[in-house]
């Protein structure tokens, strides 16, 4: 077996594309409600071949969505989107294994974008290969 979890000595079922999705799905909420202190209203995950996107619904605030449409609108954008990027790049080294661990690869990248009209987020994952689906 190979992939991080045969290393570890885990054993590795496979688990249908549906399944996989779910739990990063679950994973993500997770993370955003306990590092960010706000989960999504909606999450979505999607795999495709060697890539993760995971489409988040719901995350800005109030507050936030006032920063980035009023006043200096175009300055109050570019410093959420500049904190969120911040953030999530603080968070990588506890975020990629969380995936890596439910996909059975290995992450090679990570890239993150919010809108700040919409409220969505849009996160993904490259990983080394595709994972091993049932």
Request: aromatic residues 2%.
């Amino acid at each position: 077996m190979q992939g991080p979890l045969a290393r570890r000595g885990k054993a590795v079922t496979k688990k249908t594309k549906g399944q996989i999705e779910a739990e990063i799905s679950n994973a993500i909420i997770k993370f955003e409600k306990e590092y960010m202190g706000r989960g999504p209203v909606e999450t979505k995950t999607y795999i495709i071949d060697d890539m993760v996107l995971v489409r988040m619904q719901g995350l800005i605030t109030k507050a936030e969505h006032h920063l980035a449409s009023t006043g200096n609108a175009v300055k109050g954008r570019e410093l959420l989107k500049q904190t969120r990027i911040e953030l999530i790049e603080k968070a990588r080294p506890s975020l990629e294994p969380v995936i890596e661990s439910i996909v059975g690869e290995s992450v090679k990248s990570l890239h993150m974008d919010i809108s700040t009209k919409t409220g969505e987020k849009i996160i993904i994952f490259t990983l080394e290969k595709p994972p091993k689906l049932s």
